[in-house]
């Protein structure tokens, strides 16, 4: 039996590769006679530079940016032997740089991860960015303002870093030629508008230690953002999918870099050859941290059960916790599913991690043999 182990990482515990490793560990635990093939898989968020060096080949360095309060901190560039250059936004404006009693969702700014694909351009390379993990919602606009953009007030004045300085924005400037440089991709992990009850503001800035009153101030921000948008630069961004993706990242690539979206999981699941791997085994099994509502717009697990189903091969989702009807998980592609929670408790799984999904990938092969 030939078992294909892809999963994403589980957030705060393990990576991609550990959480590949210990599934692979505890299906080998079950079953005598099997050949585990472990394919670590990123889908646009944190860890998706190092699973494409891994692929692909690479080299990594680092610089000094800004990280999302403004105190300096080193993020990689990852220079990859195709010719692209990758950075990820949760390394330079990432939530996990920020502590849990620091948090402030007003003024965290995107201005490191500009100043990171800025480093990634002058070495000339085509710029990625994997966006997810952000602790701003500031639209892209902090990291705009090191290509060059400024962002002013009615006076004229330049806004402060932030979200919770857009609802002042009353004109966009454009940069002068010397902004420009080579061309950017990001890489979405969710498919969430800018605005909404699935934008950038409501979905996800009370995880960035926004209260009620304060998610509405960013919520009026980027609607006067994508207005000015529309107006100055030409372009609408407030409906496009994965707009809201980092705090807005996604719109701001757009309008202030010319970027184009794509679906992260496609392109790592491209590099890695993910469908032709499929196709040679008898079973699937993926994961993250959590699956809910939001992995449906992109996150890793639904992308494999979505290409196991096209290839008619059975795909088990093994995740921390679990928030979707029976049904639905079904309706995506999942033959048969469980999480740690259920099987031994949260917090073992957090305490133990990897002992605890060894111990759960086992009870999971074991149960789906037997049905």
Partial sequence: MRVLVAPDKFKGTLDAHGVASSIARGVVAHLADVDVIERPMA?????????LVDTIGGVRDEVEVDGPHGTPVRAPIARLTDGRSIVEMADASGLQLVSENERDALTASSRGTGELISAARTRGFTTVVALGGSASTDGGVGAATVNGWRFVDARGRDLPPGGGALEDLARIHPPGSEGSAGPVTGLRDVDNPLLGARGAARAYARQKGANEREVAQLERGLEVL????RADVGIAVDTVP???????????????????????FEVVAAACDLARAIQSVDLVITGEGVLDEGSLGGKTPVGVAALARDAQVPCLALCGSIGLSDELLASVGFTMWASLETEVGRPHGLTDPSGSLATAARRLVRRYLSA
Avoid: K, W
């Fill in 43 to 51: 889908d646009g968020g944190e860890g998706t530079a190092s699973i």
């Fill in 226 to 229: 994508a207005d000015r948008i």
């Fill in 242 to 264: 994965g707009g809201g993706a980092a705090g807005g990242m996604g719109a701001g690539l757009m309008a202030f870099f010319d970027a184009e979206l794509v679906p992260g």
